[in-house]
């Protein structure tokens, strides 16, 4: 017996990825803007930027290994089903997703 869902959300993790990469982006142009970053290294922020970016980077390798060998994508294509349990419950492409987070985890570093 198959247990009823909600509906998903309508406009998923979007909205909130997209404020994210635009308040990043902003704190970055301040931060050119008011000379943080002439030298390439804002004080101060050298090790929790590294720690930060390990940590990105492992979250999308997490991700990806989940939605590559434990999905079972397969079978939803197989039976022209929509996947939207596991990691497909969070979010649509998540292969794609975790090689993003893994690209920006090694820029942070």
Do not use: Q
Not at 27 to 37: Q, R, T
Not at 76 to 95: E, F, K, M, Q, S
């Amino acid at each position: 017996m198959r247990k009823e869902r909600g509906h998903l959300p309508f406009f998923g993790i979007g909205p909130l990825y997209v404020g994210l990469v635009c308040g990043l982006t902003a704190a970055g142009v301040w931060a050119s803007d008011s000379g943080l970053l002439e030298s390439g290294i804002v004080p101060g922020l050298k090790v929790p930027m590294r720690v930060a970016g390990v940590l990105v980077a492992l979250a999308g390798l997490f991700i990806w290994l989940v939605a590559l060998l434990g999905s079972r994508i397969d079978d939803g294509i197989r039976n022209n089903r929509l996947v939207t349990d596991g990691v497909y419950a969070w979010c649509r492409n998540p292969l794609y997703t975790g090689w993003m987070l893994m690209t920006i985890g090694v820029a942070m570093l």
